[in-house]
T-cell receptor, first 115, second 113 residues
């Protein structure tokens, strides 16, 4: 099993460009998440999907959109990239969002630079 | 406000030495607490999970403790190895609608030879 995979690993964008970060998991998990990690800030939740067909905002959703394409895939879209979105983006999945089944398994991350 | 505070922010120790990382939280109602290890350039990986009724849990050379009364947890690393160099993140889960994970900012541990 590959676990959680993310593409691309690295990306450089110019201000105003758009792009989609892809995430897939092969663990049959119901819940998926997108985080960003900035130096000194820790992990911050952007959006999450508790189950297929649902998505909800996290702590820092502005400037992002998400799509839960199916149970396996959860994508994050930047419509008009800004330098403030320079960060490392992590996708994660878990069996569910609550209780003892909420252990999250993380992907390797996407390092995004917006010039 | 639900918060998780970790200390120290960073730590340098010699290989073979022990160390203890601290986590204080103000999350309510409490569900569970996890410690994650994040190697440089990688995603976090869960080390331990503790629920309200558990005081201690071990995973190899890693031992986590939980005091639910004082809302404190610690992660003790025994006989440190160079591979222990990483960021250690305390994550507390609350019972509430929606995802309720509150992340600490992490402690960066450097083990030198």
């Amino acid at each position: 099993n590959a676990g959680v995979t993310q593409t691309p690993k690295f990306q450089v964008l110019k201000t105003g460009q758009s792009m989609t970060l892809q995430c897939a998991q092969d663990m049959n998990h119901n819940s998926m998440y997108w985080y960003r990690q900035d130096p000194g800030m820790g992990l911050r939740l952007i959006y999450y999907s508790a189950s297929e067909g649902t998505t909800d905002k996290g702590e820092v959703p502005n400037g992002y959109n998400v799509s839960r394409l199916n149970k396996r895939e959860f994508s994050l879209r930047l419509e008009s990239a800004a330098p403030s979105q320079t960060s490392v983006y992590f996708c994660a999945s878990s069996i569910s969002i609550a209780g003892g089944n909420n252990e999250q398994f993380f992907g390797p991350g996407t390092r995004l630079t917006v010039l | 406000k639900n918060q998780v505070e970790q200390s120290p922010q960073s730590l340098i120790i010699l290989e073979g030495k022990n160390c203890t990382l601290q986590c204080n939280y103000t999350v309510s109602p409490f569900s569970n607490l996890r410690w994650y290890k994040q190697d440089t350039g990688r995603g976090p990986v869960s080390l331990t999970i503790m629920t309200f009724s558990e005081n201690t849990k071990s995973n190899g050379r890693y031992t986590a403790t939980l005091d639910a009364d004082t809302k404190q947890s610690s992660l003790h690393i025994t006989a440190s190895q160079l591979s222990d160099s990483a960021s250690y993140i305390c994550v507390v889960s609350a019972y509430q609608a929606g995802t309720a994970l509150i992340f600490g900012k992490g402690t960066t541990l450097s083990v030198s030879s």
